[in-house]
Every structure is written in structure tokens, then in C-alpha cells.
């Protein structure tokens, strides 16, 4: 123990000493000039500048640039989304048969855990949040954001957040086991999570607090952003929809993740320091299921609302219509808003809580519907006659509408009590959910890389893949999930390793065919993103170059927003320089270059 | 603009600091939750010193040693708080430190409040002295 103290004394020290030696290489302390507010530098100053960034991998590191930002988070997104899936396939893979076909139980429960975790954190938040940054500013006619080093700080707590979560992963071979992978769920219900006494929980917990500071510091920026950066164009009536429903997320954020924070504190309280907040003698186990669903339920609309958004902003936009209704599709974003947090309790009905209570939380769970219907109506409207192009992005936008149908309507089925006591913990509720973080969030995702793809690369993608990622998702997310659905009508319970159960508790021979059905499709739905990477990777580095500014052409359709605007005035910016025969009066073109 | 500049003078878009305010909050809160002494005092120091670096960088304070000072203050006045409320009075002893879960985690965050203060001590006397 001395030893150990010492070696990582010794190692903290070094670190310490190395930051200070790189931070007086890189930054004269005595040179800085105060700058109002926190913000970039522009005016005068800037024009004494040459470039807007260092060179390198220091740029990287160092950028409080909106756009950089946003492809940092989109990159950790999608490593994310990569690591999670192979979690999934893991996953699927060992429940082709029934005894469990590669993994032990501990193992099994370890990549369950993680793969939530994973998907939800490290990739749902992170890829929104990759969108909001790079377009939020450039939609609303802003700079930057408001706080632009904030916005830095946000994306780099994320990093750690990461290794943290995934520590036992690393540590649990050099540690020989003394340090494990969380076993919780996702959920991390008392007292299981209290009781396992490995360190992994811990750091698995420490990750998510990190990952829930960073969510909140993004949203306290896109609020601070959207209200007062807007350039003087742009007020609340002509606000696009995207960033209403950011704004709105980032109300949610504001309010859920806090919660979950001080929970978590108070969970690892309870593990290190044995207070007994969650334990039986003093708050009890449930107080933990009332916290965490006051966050987890607001959290799933975090996540969906602004995909929801995305898919508002992008579908109009191939049916050669203006999104149909608006204002109330604005309202609608509004009311899920609040409503969302009077909903968590139907996550507990199974718990025994007060029946009157559980009425009026299945009432609130049925009337969220309402304004979820109202938004699939008008996307439906929007594509009623309209003049539809069937593009990547669109496909995944009509992909996205088809999926939260049914994983909408699913959840009304659980939102009522009768129901629900019997799907409660089956496969039912991981099809449900599935069907929207996969089919809807994950959807929505894919259309917002695809649309802006010309923006953050100046390059475009190979259709035909494009359109393989799009058949190849949609018909394994639906193959995957739907037999998820039927599995729970079986009584599949959820969170199992291997399903060798006797007869009373669900059909055998059944189970073993949905189980197979969902791990074919997760094969499709794993091919079908190698397309995506190859597609993604081969054309950022070798895909024709976008040259014109309007590559949708959305002109035609007066829809052509601000952020393609601003694409088309850079494109126009660079020209003359990379090639100096696109002068507007540039005569002949020159010889010796050609 | 007399001397070099610095990166962030030169361009506009880059500040080295986010990246260790970032990681100086996570050593921070591993250190502290996990009950790893020394990564709990460099954490934190480089978490504070982060703070001030970036608060003069952005124009929000001219010069980064009282901040650093502050930051120091705050940090032992919440140890000590923590300590006279949950610490038996008997228990708080040097020679205690190491053994109740608690106390050693408050000592370094108290510890790393004190090398705050003293640097940032140190560094504004220099500073004033020199100029
Ligand atoms: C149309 C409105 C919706 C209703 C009425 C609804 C209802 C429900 C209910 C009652 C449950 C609990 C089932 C149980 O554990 O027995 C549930 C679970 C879940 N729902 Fe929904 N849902 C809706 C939309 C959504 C959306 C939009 C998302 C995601 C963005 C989502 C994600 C989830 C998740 C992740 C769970 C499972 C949590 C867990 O136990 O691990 N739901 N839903
Ligand atoms: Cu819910």
C-alpha cells in the first residue's frame, strides 16, 4: 500500500510537473489582454491575425471553435456507438442458443451493463450534442456559442468519462479481478448496486457523474446561445426547429441531470463512506428508483427530442414542402417538455407503490402520447402529396417515423397499469425502447450525417452505400426488435445470460427461435454499418468535392437554411485562391497547371 | 502585445486550458471518491490551477495567483467544515490520518488547498516584488 502510494505520488507529481512545463511552453502568462465576457476575439484584433488555429494535433486539443467541437463529439460518438455495438453483437451472439452460446454470467451481466451505459452516454448525448455545436451557431446566425471555453471543457470531461466507465474492462486483467467491470444495469438499482463491493462500480459511477457535469455544462451553453447570440434576423417566430428542440433538451438537462449527479454522489457515499441513504434503515432501496426515474424518464426525451428535431428540420426538406404545423409541432416539443417529468413512476409500477399513485401516473404516461402523435401526424402531413425525394437522409427520416410508430404505440401499452404488470422485465420493454433509441435516435442520427455531410466534410458520400447502411438498418433494426416484442409476449424476462427455463415460465423451443430471429437481424444491422464506416471514411478522404453551395437544391423549394448559406459563402471564399480560373472574369484558363 | 505571445493571443479560436480544467476534475473526483491521496491533491491542484489560468486567459480576472489563492481558501474551509461536522472532535489527529475513510480524504483536500494557497502567496509577492 505504502508502495503503491508512492509510485502514484511520484506518477501525479511527473504529471503535474509536465502540465506546467508544457502549459508556460505553450501560453505566455504575463501576455494576456482582458477580453470582454469570455468570448473569441474579433475586431481589430483579429485582423492582425493571420490564421484561426495552430497547426496539428494542437489544434485539437486546444479549439474552442464551434465546429471543431462539433466533430469532436461526433467522432467520440461514433467510436462510441462502435464500441457499444460490438457490446450488442456480443450480446446477441450469445443468446442464439439457449444455454448461453460464448459468454459466463458474469460476463454476460459486465457487456449488458456497459452496452447501455455506453449507448445511452457516450453516444446518444455526445452525438447530439455533436450537431447542436456545429449547427446550432451556424443556424441561428451566431459567431460562436456563448461560452465557447465552456464548450471545450464540456467535450473533455467526456473523454475520462469514458475510460472511467469502461476501467473494470482494462484494469480487471492487470488487477487480477480486484477490480471488475460494473454489473449493475444501467439502472444501478439499490441494493445490488450498494453491495457489490467491487471499485469497478465506483469508477463506473465516477464516469457517469463526469458524463452528467459535461451534459450540463452543454446545456447551460446552448441556452445561454440560442437566446442571446441569434443574430438580429432570427427571433422566436422564425427560430428553426432543430434548435427549438435543443433549447428545450437543454431544459430538460438543466433539470434531470443535477438530480442524477446528486445521486450518484449519494450512491457512492453509501458504498465508500457508509452513509445509508439508500439503505433499508434509511432512505430505503425505492428512494434510489424515484430519483433515478426522475432523471431516467426526462433522459429518454433528452435523447429523443432533439433527433425528433433533426428529422423535422431534414424531412421537409425532400418532400418539397414546409414542415405542416409549425407552431404546433413547437408545442408539441413544449408539452413533452414538462410532461416528461410527471411520467417516472410508470418504470416502478411493478414496485408496490400506492395504486392511487400509479393511476396518475399512468394518466400522464397516456397523455405524453398525445403531443408524440401530433408530431407524426404532421410528418406524415409534410409528406402528404409532397414532391418526395428518396435520398439517404430521407430514407432515414421516413425510417425514423416508421420505428417511433411502433415503438411509440408500444409504450402506451406499457403506460397502462394492467399491461404493464405482465411486460414488466420481459424483452417486451427492451424492444419497446429499442425500437426508438436504435430505430428512431439512432435513425435520426444517420439522416443528420448524411444531409450535412457536404458541410462538415466539403465532400460528398457514395449513394449507393448510402442506401445499402439505409435497407441493411432498417430491416435488421425491425427483424431485431420485433422479436424482441414477441419474445416478451412469450415471457422472456430480460437481463439473462442463458434461458434454459422450464416450460411454465415461457415456451421453450419459441423463445429459442425469436432469440435466433433478433441475432440474425443484429447481423444484418451490423453489416449494414460497415457500409457506413467504409461509405463515411472512403468519402471524407476521397469523395468527389462539393462545389456547389446548394447541394440539395433546396433554393428551388425556397428552403435553403442558414447553415447552407453559410457553406455556400465559404465555398465562395476559398475558390479564387485553390483555383484561380473560377474568377468570375477569369478568361482562359491558365496552361501550366493544367 | 510588447512580449511573445502566447497560443491563445495568437489564435483566437485556441485555449490550451479546457482540456486539464477537464482532466483535473476527473483526477480530482477519482481521487477524492476512490480515496487515492495523492491523486486527490494533484487533481486538485491542477483543477484550480486550471481555473485561474483559465479566468485570466478569458479577461475575467487580471491575473491568475489570487484566484489560485481563493480556490486553496475554499477548499480547506470545506474540509475543515466537513470535519468538525462529521468527525468525532477525539478522532481528528495526525496520527489518524490513514485510518477513518473520512479524515484522510478531507487532509487532502485540505493539503491541496494549502499548496494552492502557498503558491499563489508566493507567486503574487514575486510578482509584486518584481515589478
Ligand atoms: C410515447 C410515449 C412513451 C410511453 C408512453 C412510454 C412508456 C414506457 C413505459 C411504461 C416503460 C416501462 C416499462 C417497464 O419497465 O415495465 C417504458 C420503458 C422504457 N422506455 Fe418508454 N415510453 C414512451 C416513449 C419512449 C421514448 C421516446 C423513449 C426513448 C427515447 C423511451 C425509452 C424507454 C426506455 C429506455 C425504457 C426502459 C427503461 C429500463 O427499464 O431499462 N420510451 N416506456
Ligand atoms: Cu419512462
Known amino acids: ?594 | 502585445m510588447a512580449e511573445e505571445p502566447g497560443l491563445s493571443d495568437q489564435y483566437p479560436t485556441a485555449s490550451p486550458w479546457p482540456l486539464f480544467v477537464a482532466l483535473g476534475l476527473a483526477l480530482s473526483e477519482i481521487g477524492v471518491f476512490v480515496g487515492l491521496f495523492p491523486v486527490a491533491v494533484f487533481g486538485l491542484i491542477l483543477f484550480g490551477g486550471s481555473i485561474a489560468g483559465i479566468l485570466t486567459e478569458s479577461g475575467y480576472v487580471e491575473r491568475p495567483w489570487p484566484t489560485l489563492l481563493g480556490v486553496g481558501v475554499v477548499l480547506i474551509v470545506l474540509a475543515a467544515a466537513f470535519a468538525v461536522w462529521q468527525v468525532p472532535v477525539a478522532d481528528i489527529a495526525l496520527s489518524n490520518v490513514g485510518t477513518g475513510p473520512l479524515l484522510t480524504r478531507l487532509v487532502a483536500v485540505a493539503a491541496a488547498g494549502t499548496v494552492m494557497i502557498a503558491m499563489g502567496g508566493v507567486a503574487s509577492i514575486m510578482e509584486q516584488t518584481a515589478a
Open chain 1, 1 to 594: 500500500m505504502v508502495a503503491g502510494d508512492i509510485v502514484l505520488t511520484g506518477l501525479m507529481a511527473v504529471l503535474l510537473v509536465g502540465v506546467a512545463a508544457l502549459l508556460t511552453r505553450v501560453e505566455n502568462w504575463r501576455s494576456y489582454t482582458p477580453l470582454a465576457g469570455g468570448g473569441a476575439v474579433t475586431g481589430d484584433e483579429a485582423a492582425v491575425i493571420n490564421r484561426e488555429k495552430p497547426a496539428g494535433i494542437i489544434r485539437w486539443l486546444t479549439t474552442v471553435d464551434h465546429k471543431d467541437i462539433g466533430l469532436l463529439y461526433g467522432v467520440y460518438a461514433v467510436i462510441a456507438f462502435a464500441v457499444g455495438g460490438i457490446m450488442a453483437m456480443l450480446i446477441r451472439l450469445q443468446l442464439v442458443t439457449p444455454a448461453g452460446a460464448i459468454l459466463g454470467n458474469n460476463a454476460y451481466n459486465s457487456i449488458l451493463t456497459s452496452h447501455g451505459i455506453t449507448m445511452l452516454f457516450l453516444f446518444g448525448t455526445p452525438i447530439i450534442a455533436a450537431f447542436a455545436n456545429y449547427f446550432i451557431p451556424l443556424l441561428i446566425g451566431a459567431d460562436d456559442m456563448a461560452f465557447p471555453r465552456i464548450n471545450a471543457i464540456a467535450f473533455w470531461l467526456l473523454p475520462p468519462a469514458a475510460l472511467l466507465i469502461w476501467a473494470g474492462f482494462f484494469l480487471a486483467p492487470v488487477t487480477e479481478n480486484m477490480i471488475e467491470p460494473a454489473r449493475t444495469a444501467w439502472t444501478m438499482y439499490t441494493p445490488l448496486s450498494v453491495e457489490q463491493a467491487n471499485p469497478g462500480v465506483d469508477l463506473m459511477l465516477l464516469g457517469l457523474h463526469l458524463s452528467g457535469v459535461a451534459a450540463t455544462m452543454g446545456a447551460i451553453n446552448f441556452i445561454a446561445t440560442i437566446f442571446t447570440e441569434r443574430n438580429e434576423e432570427v427571433n422566436w417566430a422564425n427560430l428553426d426547429i432543430f434548435s427549438w428542440t435543443i433549447l428545450t433538451q437543454s431544459a430538460l438537462i438543466l433539470f434531470a441531470f443535477p438530480l442524477l449527479g446528486s445521486a450518484i454522489v449519494m450512491l457512492l457515499l453509501d458504498r465508500n463512506l457508509s452513509t445509508t441513504f439508500f439503505a433499508v434503515e434509511g432512505g430505503g432501496p425505492l428512494l434510489w428508483q424515484h430519483l433515478f426515474w426522475f432523471f431516467g424518464h426526462p433522459e429518454v426525451y433528452i435523447l429523443v427530442l432533439p433527433p425528433m428535431g433533426l428529422v423535422s428540420l431534414i424531412l421537409p426538406k425532400f418532400s418539397g414542402r414546409k414542415l405542416f404545423g409549425f407552431k404546433f409541432v413547437v408545442y408539441s416539443t413544449l408539452a413533452i417538455g414538462v410532461l416528461s417529468f410527471g411520467v417516472w413512476a410508470h418504470h416502478m409500477f411493478s414496485t408496490g407503490m400506492d395504486p392511487r399513485l400509479r393511476a396518475s401516473f399512468m394518466a400522464v404516461s397516456l397523455a405524453i402520447a398525445i403531443p408524440s402523435a401530433v408530431k407524426t401526424f404532421n410528418w406524415i402531413t409534410t409528406m402528404w402529396n409532397g414532391r418526395l425525394r428518396l435520398t439517404t437522409p430521407m430514407l432515414f427520416c421516413i425510417g425514423f417515423v416508421s420505428n417511433f410508430i411502433i415503438g411509440g404505440v408500444t409504450g402506451v401499452f406499457l403506460a397502462s397499469i394492467p399491461v404493464d404488470l405482465i411486460l414488466h422485465d420481459t424483452y417486451y420493454v427492451v424492444g419497446h425502447f429499442h425500437y426508438i433509441v436504435m430505430g428512431a435516435i439512432g435513425f435520426a442520427a444517420f439522416a443528420g450525417i448524411y444531409y450535412w455531410f457536404p458541410i462538415f466534410t466539403g465532400r460528398m458520400y457514395q449513394r449507393t452505400l448510402g442506401k445499402a447502411h439505409f435497407w441493411f438498418s432498417m430491416v435488421g433494426t425491425n427483424i431485431t426488435f420485433f422479436a424482441m416484442l414477441a419474445l416478451g409476449y412469450l415471457g422472456m424476462p430480460r437481463r439473462y445470460a442463458t434461458y434454459e427455463f422450464d416450460g411454465a415460465i415461457a415456451p421453450l423451443t419459441q423463445v429459442s427461435t425469436f432469440h435466433q430471429a433478433a441475432t440474425v437481424g443484429a447481423v444484418i444491422l451490423f453489416i449494414g454499418q460497415l457500409f457506413f464506416v467504409w461509405n463515411i471514411v472512403q468519402s471524407w478522404l476521397e469523395g468527389p468535392k462539393v462545389e456547389d453551395g446548394d447541394p440539395w437544391n433546396l433554393e428551388r423549394d425556397g428552403m435553403l437554411d442558414r447553415e447552407f448559406q453559410w457553406f455556400d459563402e465559404q465555398l465562395e471564399a476559398e475558390a479564387p485562391e485553390k483555383d484561380p480560373s473560377l474568377l468570375a472574369d477569369g478568361g482562359e484558363e491558365e496552361q501550366d497547371d493544367s
